[in-house]
């Protein structure tokens, strides 16, 4: 195990199962209401420069849960890479919490918060990757199928930090991951690269979204216009409008598809209300395990303090 939980491919497939078999431990803990508190009179530094709903309340109702006081510090509060530069804020605000979970914009600020912090990092998503999002994905998944290797994995819609972390999975976990994109709007080259040198598992690009989910164990979408992206949203909504994921498109994978997306789901865009509420849908299941995940992360790391 790594001291920083800063991207997917970090980790061993026995490291990485070994978070997944631990979150399933806590996700029991926690429905039981047992007593588990390892962070008992210790804190989190919650340093958001990209706010987000799910991400705070997961964060701090898990690390709360397990003992711990969560402190959640905006984009007002910490000006990062702007007000202060990232190796001073990592080097006070380590001094002072015994974690740290980010949610940035730049990739770069992560990895110089990483170097300079005396505490353990959780990248809580920035534009290049979203690991704990992923690791809740692939938990969900593996609950209800009971198993993870070897599925067709397609992903519709922007070549985004989802689909960067979905590419390091994949180089790590064998399975088909096809990403299916408007002309332009591909992932990542070298994450590409990653997935194709690791011999681990197959990677297919496709701009035709029939084709695409032909076959697929997994269905994921994500919104159009990412928070940074909103001044496209409009234009966007033109270019993306054939990668709905609607009832049409899920019949079009002739098998038992689970459906998800990492949510907000702005319903009617990107996927029809329909199909959101249809019983292959796992999105709240897969929601309420970003918790469960990352508590077994940050239980992972509190070894390293």
């Known amino acids: 195990m790594k001291n920083n939980f800063l991207h997917i491919a970090d980790y061993s497939k026995n490291e990485l199962w070994d978070i997944l078999n631990l979150a399933k431990e806590l996700k029991a803990k926690f429905h039981n209401r047992e007593d588990f508190k390892p962070f008992k009179d210790q804190s989190l530094a919650m340093i958001f420069a990209k706010p987000s709903a799910r991400t705070r309340i997961s964060f701090e109702t898990g690390f709360e849960w397990m003992g711990g006081h969560a402190i959640y510090l905006g984009p007002n509060d910490i000006g990062i890479g702007k007000r202060e530069s990232v190796k001073d804020i990592a080097r006070v605000v380590s001094r002072y919490n015994d974690m740290i979970m980010a949610r940035l914009f730049d990739h770069k600020h992560m990895l110089e918060l990483a170097e300079f912090s005396n505490s353990p990092v959780v990248n809580g998503l920035t534009d290049y990757n979203h690991p704990c999002q992923i690791m809740a994905d692939i938990m969900t998944v593996w609950e209800h199928r009971g198993n993870v290797d070897d599925l067709k994995i397609t992903y519709m819609g922007d070549g985004n930090n989802i689909v960067h972390s979905w590419l390091q999975l994949a180089s790590v976990f064998p399975m088909h991951f096809a990403c299916c994109s408007p002309s332009g709007y591909e992932p990542d080259e070298k994450t590409i690269s990653m997935v194709q040198n690791s011999g681990v598992s197959t990677f297919e690009l496709s701009h035709n979204p029939a084709t695409a989910v032909n076959g697929a164990d997994v269905v994921y979408t994500d919104v ?5 992206q909103k001044a496209e949203a409009e234009e966007r909504e033109k270019i993306f409008s054939d990668f709905q994921v609607n009832e049409g498109l899920m019949d079009k994978t002739g098998k038992d598809t689970l459906f998800l ?7 009617g865009r990107e996927v029809t209300d329909s199909v959101m509420e249809a019983s292959y849908s796992v999105v709240f299941d897969e929601a309420e395990n970003r918790m469960h995940a990352q508590n077994a992360i940050m ?7």
Do not use: D, I, Q, Y
């Open 224 to 228: 159009w216009a990412s928070m940074g």
């Open 261 to 267: 997306h990492c949510l907000p789901a702005e319903r």
């Open 299 to 305: 239980v992972s790391l509190n070894k390293f303090r």
